[in-house]
């Protein structure tokens, strides 16, 4: 286990459903991330925050809104989402947001399904 | 913006063989290059990452060399056993003010026993 938790493992959605993924760390860490994985893609970061602020937003759509309450909670709400986001939503969190210290520990993901 | 190859896209050996992934990395002003390795139903975990003032770095049977003129970065398993069989990410880290983290598109490593 890397201390990262997400839940929930698996989701199935239709196009017109609200969810939420959500993510939470208690290695004291001040960064934490959403990356999406496809099949045969590169990991593609969506959002950054750090402390708290959002620090980086991947020009990612709309009808994907995050939300990081505290350092430690990382959410992820959907809503009229497509076919073609279905994937793998990683969140991952590092101690800072700098080169010098940019370990990432990887939750085990959200597998997501848009029917 | 960076961009980050990776080859090959699978690579099979056979236990006890090496194996040698190799990555390029377009943008010079990254100066940080991490390896993870992601087992099936798992998020990706890192194993080793190289930082652009060293040239090697060894953990046991993993290895990474970086050639900074080049851009290139390469990973070695030396006697491989099948539980080294997972997807083996490469990544250059930039500090552009933000903090942007590029993957390659992976390599599904088999070993055969």
Redesign the interface.
């Known amino acids: 286990e890397t201390g990262v938790t997400q839940t929930p493992r698996h989701l199935v959605m239709g196009m017109t459903n609200k969810k939420s993924l959500k993510c939470e760390q208690h290695l004291g860490h001040n960064a934490m991330y959403w990356y999406k994985q496809s099949a045969k893609k590169p990991l593609e970061l969506m959002f950054v925050y750090n402390f708290k602020e959002q620090t980086e937003n991947n020009s990612v759509p709309s009808r994907f809104s995050p939300e990081c309450p505290n350092s430690s909670h990382l959410f992820l709400h959907l809503h009229t989402l497509q076919p073609e986001d279905s994937a793998l939503y990683l969140c991952a969190s590092s101690p800072q947001l700098s080169p010098l210290n940019t370990e990432a520990f990887f939750g085990q993901g959200t597998r997501l399904t848009v029917v | 913006g960076e961009n980050?190859e990776q080859h090959p896209?699978t690579l099979s050996v056979q236990e006890g063989d090496s194996a040698v992934i190799k990555c390029t990395y377009s943008d010079s002003a990254s100066?940080?290059f991490?390896w993870?390795k992601q087992e099936l139903?798992?998020?990706?975990?890192?194993i080793i990452?190289i930082?652009s003032n060293v040239g090697e770095k060894k953990d046991q049977r993993i290895a990474v060399t970086l050639n900074k003129t080049a851009k290139h970065f390469s990973l070695h398993i030396t006697e491989t056993q099948p539980e080294d069989s997972a997807v083996y990410?490469c990544?250059a880290?930039?500090?552009t003010g933000?903090?942007?983290?590029?993957?390659?598109?992976?390599t599904r490593l088999f070993v055969k026993a």
Do not use: C
Request: proline share 7%; hydrophobic share 35%.
């Open positions: 980050v896209s100066n940080y991490p993870y139903g798992k998020g990706p975990q890192l990452d930082r990410f990544a880290a930039l500090n933000g903090f942007k983290t590029i993957f390659g598109a992976g």
